[in-house]
């Protein structure tokens, strides 16, 4: 499995910008679709928004669509996760995903995590 290293978690107020990394181990990182999901307290983790191997192809949830943006470079092994406009319900942990499957069975696909960082975003 792919070893995943998010960073960039932090407190910002409502309405600030955040961006996350996420560094993959491996340097066939291009074989894989990557993503972003986030996990509240006492809730479930929720897929947030993913992209495809080459980076042509995103997609994202509802309730982020507008504001975040996920880009990768695969030079460097990172995908990234551009949070604007935040709002206190994106509060949550922020995992990254590894798929070594096509952009369109990422959800499913799912097989190396992150240890997650932490969004806090406050009132």
């Known amino acids: 499995q792919v070893q995943l290293v998010e960073s960039g978690g932090g407190l910002v107020q409502a309405g600030g910008s955040l961006r996350l990394s996420c560094v993959a181990s491996?340097?066939?990182?291009?074989?894989?679709?990557m993503g972003w999901f986030r996990q509240a307290p006492g809730k479930e983790r929720v897929f947030v928004a993913t992209?495809?191997?080459?980076?042509?192809?995103?997609n994202y949830s509802d309730s982020v669509k507008g504001r975040f943006t996920i880009s990768r470079d695969n030079a460097k092994n990172t995908v990234y996760l551009q949070m604007n406009s935040l709002k206190p319900e994106d509060t949550a942990v922020y995992y990254c995903g590894a798929a070594q499957a096509p952009y369109s069975n990422y959800v499913r696909n799912v097989g190396s995590w992150g240890q997650g960082t932490q969004v806090t975003v406050s009132s």
């Open positions: 491996e340097r066939t990182f291009s074989i894989y679709a």
């Open positions: 992209i495809s191997r080459s980076g042509s192809i995103t």
